[in-house]
């Protein structure tokens, strides 16, 4: 069996870390396959120095991998809001993209504003069930480098029982090449707390067992066309953080696994979990409306009770604290309390000008 995959990367102002990424895709073992980058909206020139690279025009440089001149050109095919609503051109362009090597193809949409994680991969998620052969979808950051095999020890996985939905690989910190990021997920439904495994431990083969999950990282999410047929794409209110983990849960509750697999790597450039007071805000706000979304009743009350009788108080004491000493500003104390009351309010309050 060869089953077909398509592998959907979003980029917001982001070109070189999507070059990089780019070109490790392009040097994998695996053949049947395509890529479809999504422009949120950037305002960098990303899709022109994106196809200045397909052209051949834009080397990259990489610690991981030497840059490869001999798949260039690359055929783009770029595609406007407008465009994705012309189905004689989409029509033309689907035979073209049946046909050529997977290294040797870039789809590429460009959206008019920036629709966050979530909105992004479902505009990609859309054009990739609707117009390209394909059995399986891989959601991956554009800031991450893929390991060649990855793909493959990914597939090798999930078609090996029906039940399997979601699958994510063992991923490392881009700059320390053998210490683990993530090594699969399990949240805490009484209290809403995720806990990724192995993070910040050196690689010693302690997680080199295959095994099931709560939730696959988003920075490398694998995933069966069939499930997403039937549980739909990600819920676009979350915006940024918590979507994967809201998908991989309506995957379980449909009868479907989310499953870790070792064998397949990538590197991630993995940023501060909370470096600005917006992303403390999505954060916060979007572990409440996960709960209250996808908890039972006796977990979603255990979680307010943790959350707003002891989370709640003790999170703003530490941002007052390091406030006074300077360490961080008021706002960060501002963002989780309106993230928290917003959170409450599913769907109906977010900050202002999120996009």
Request: charged residues 30%.
């Amino acid at each position: 069996m060869n089953p077909n995959v398509t592998i959907i990367i979003i980029n917001w102002n982001g070109w070189k870390d999507t070059l990089e990424c780019l070109e490790s895709l392009y040097k994998i073992d695996y053949p049947h396959y395509n890529v479809v980058l999504v422009d949120n909206h950037s305002t960098d020139d990303s899709v022109e120095r994106i196809e200045k690279y397909c052209q051949g025009k834009l080397k990259v440089e990489s610690p991981f991998f030497s840059y490869d001149p001999e798949n260039k050109p690359l055929t783009i095919f770029r595609y406007s809001e407008k465009d994705l609503k012309d189905e004689s051109k989409i029509k033309k362009d689907k035979t073209e993209i049946s046909v050529l090597p997977s290294n040797k193809k870039l789809v590429v949409i460009e959206n008019k504003e920036n629709l966050g994680f979530s909105g992004g991969n479902n505009v990609g998620l859309e054009y990739a069930l609707k117009n390209l052969k394909t059995d399986y979808i891989l959601l991956l950051n554009n800031d991450t480098v893929v390991d060649k095999g990855f793909l493959r020890e990914m597939l090798k996985v999930a078609v090996s029982d029906d039940e399997i939905g979601f699958l994510g690989p063992k991923t490392y910190y881009y700059s320390k090449k053998n210490v683990i990021a993530f090594a699969g997920g399990l949240v805490n439904m009484s209290k809403g707390k995720p806990h990724a495994v192995g993070v910040n431990e050196e690689d010693k083969g302690q997680y080199n067992r295959i095994r099931d999950v709560d939730y696959v990282e988003g920075s490398c999410l694998f995933a069966k066309r069939e499930l997403l047929n039937k549980i739909g794409f990600f819920d676009t209110k979350y915006f940024a953080y918590w979507e994967e983990t809201d998908l991989c849960k309506r995957g379980s509750l449909a009868g479907y696994r989310a499953v870790y697999v070792p064998e397949a790597r990538i590197w991630h450039k993995v940023s501060a979990s909370f470096d600005s007071p917006v992303k403390l805000y999505y954060y916060t706000r979007n572990k409440v409306w996960f709960m209250k979304k996808n908890a039972t009743g006796k977990e979603y009350l255990s979680f307010i009770l943790y959350f707003f009788g002891y989370l709640f108080w003790r999170r703003n004491f530490d941002c007052f604290y390091n406030s006074l000493k300077k360490r961080e500003s008021l706002d960060r104390m501002k963002n989780f309390s309106k993230g928290a009351i917003h959170g409450l309010m599913y769907g109906k309050k977010t900050l202002k000008n999120e996009h």
